[in-house]
């Protein structure tokens, strides 16, 4: 069941990720670094991934709760580039994307912790 939710999650974020894409008219990422605001930003989101590394290491958890966690952690990795591309990045409009995200993730969690 878990691989259902995820599967649909992925289709359904590439398809939003298009059609958000051509509304808005939001170019893609040419280079890797590129989804970042800056280099502090890049160091931010690597921090808070060893953050919630060290967390998920130390606690014991079920495997329904870990995947909900997991996509939680997305959703703020997500909430955190969304400001930062909103407040610094606002005219390339890859916030909306990026708060879309954070939705999605919100959904595929609260799916994964009642579904399972």
Do not use: P
Not at 4 to 28: H, P, Q, S, T, Y
Not at 43 to 70: G, H, P, R
């Amino acid at each position: 069941m878990l691989i259902v939710v995820v599967i649909a999650a992925f289709i359904g974020a590439g398809l939003l990720d298009l059609n958000l894409r051509k509304k808005f008219n939001i170019e893609k990422n040419e280079k890797f670094m590129d989804q970042y605001v800056g280099i502090w930003h890049f160091l931010l989101e690597i921090v808070l991934c060893f953050l919630f590394l060290s967390f998920v290491t130390v606690n014991l958890f079920d495997q329904n709760t870990l995947y909900a966690l997991l996509f939680a952690f997305i959703m703020v990795l997500f909430i955190v580039r969304g400001l930062l591309e909103f407040w610094f990045r606002r005219e390339k409009g890859r916030h909306i994307i990026s708060f879309t995200y954070v939705g999605l993730c919100a959904i595929i969690s609260v799916a994964i912790s009642i579904i399972l």
